[in-house]
Structures are given as C-alpha cells and as structure tokens.
C-alpha cells in the first residue's frame, strides 16, 4: 500500500486528508483524556496532602497542598477552555465531528 494512501487516504470532502484528520483527532482524543487522568490524580494527591497535613502543625505541608489543587484548578480551567476553543474553530471551519 502506498504512503500516500495510508496517511492521506483515498479522498474525503476534506480535501482529501481522511488520514490526517483522523490522526488530528486521534491525538486531539487522547491528550485530553491524558490531560482529565492528570488532573485527576492532582485533585487526589492535593486532596489527600490537605487531610494528611490537617492534624499536624506544619503549615508547609497545607500551603503545598493548597498550591497543587490551585494548579489543579487552573490546569481543569485551561483544559475545559481548550476544548472549547478548538471546538469553536472546528464549528467556523465547518468542520463536523472531529473531536
């Protein structure tokens, strides 16, 4: 099979590039569930730095822990965002469903 054929496919009303959407979508796919199962073990890790760092007396520890779950929370805003930047460009573009 040629090179051609396999990463640019046989044609698509997308100018040909069914080979190249589909991997722009398959890489758009997995970096935003890699992007949720990151911040999913932040949440977690900060979660449990801040009850771990609850009966102690060493304020560090909280500060640390309240600095990873901002992060947390920065990256879920940046993430969610991205998301819909992309899939706002997609709409402009008219381009159905590539995510």
């Keep these: ?7 640019l496919g046989n044609g698509n009303p997308l100018l040909g590039l ?4 589909s991997l722009v979508s398959l890489f758009l796919s997995i970096a935003f569930v890699v992007a949720g199962l ?27 822990s309240k600095k990873t779950l901002t992060s ?4 879920f805003v940046i993430v969610f965002a991205s998301y819909w930047i992309v899939k706002l460009i997609l709409q402009l573009l008219n381009i159905p469903n590539l995510i």
């Design 72 to 75: 947390a929370v920065i990256g």
């Design 18 to 21: 069914s080979g190249i959407t």
């Design 38 to 64: 990151i911040l999913l073990f932040f949440f977690i890790f900060g979660g449990i730095g801040m009850i771990s760092s609850a009966g102690q007396n060493d304020p560090q520890k909280a500060e640390q």
């Design 1 to 7: 099979m040629p090179i051609g054929t396999t990463f």
